[in-house]
Each structure stands twice: as structure tokens, then as C-alpha cells.
């Protein structure tokens, strides 16, 4: 990917988590809000498992493989869209940090 192209997915993943994400939360009265916890379970899932365990360095949008934030931003997309559970993958997020979610650690 270029540089140009890169800083584009950048923006992207910056506007989804900062400004979008958190906006629909209040919207649809999401237990979550804030945009570093949309970071992680996006990110969480992307990597499948604890991004930091695959991702070296901070910031994480910054050090990621193209293909994770890429993945991570279509999940953000689909919370937006309905499709996928905000919910759901925050408990496997947390379970991945063995705070007490109730899906296993892979």
C-alpha cells in the first residue's frame, strides 16, 4: 500500500472511531462509548486475540498490518450497519484479557 493510500486507511480508522462509532452509541444507547474501547475490540478482532500480543508498537491503528486495520474498519462498518454485535464482541475482547467475559481465550 502506499503512503498516500495508507494515510487515507488512517483517516478512515481515526473518523470511524473517534467521531462515528461513539455517535451511534449514544444514538442506539450502547454500553460502550468511547473510542479507545472501539479501538481494542476492533482491533481485538482483527488480530484474533489481544492486539498487543500481534502488534508491535503505539500507536496500534499506526502499526498494524494493512490487512488488520482493514479488517478492523469493515467490523466498525458493520456495527454501524447492524450487522455485527457490539456486544458480543466486547465480551470476546475481554475474554481474550481474561476479564471475565464468558467466551474462551483462543
Request: overall charge positive; glycine content about 8%.
Amino acid at each position: 500500500m502506499t503512503e498516500i493510500a495508507r494515510s487515507v486507511i488512517e483517516q478512515q480508522w481515526l473518523e470511524l472511531t473517534h467521531i462515528r462509532l461513539p455517535k451511534r452509541a449514544i444514538e442506539a444507547r450502547w454500553s460502550l462509548r468511547l473510542d479507545h474501547c472501539f479501538q481494542r475490540i476492533l482491533l481485538d478482532d482483527a488480530c484474533g486475540g489481544c492486539w498487543y500480543d500481534h502488534i508491535v508498537g503505539r500507536p496500534a491503528y499506526g502499526k498494524a498490518p494493512d490487512a488488520v486495520l482493514a479488517r478492523a474498519i469493515a467490523t466498525g462498518e458493520a456495527l454501524l450497519a447492524g450487522t455485527a454485535d457490539v456486544n458480543a464482541l466486547n465480551a470476546q475482547s475481554l475474554a481474550w484479557r481474561g476479564k471475565g467475559g464468558k467466551l474462551a481465550r483462543s
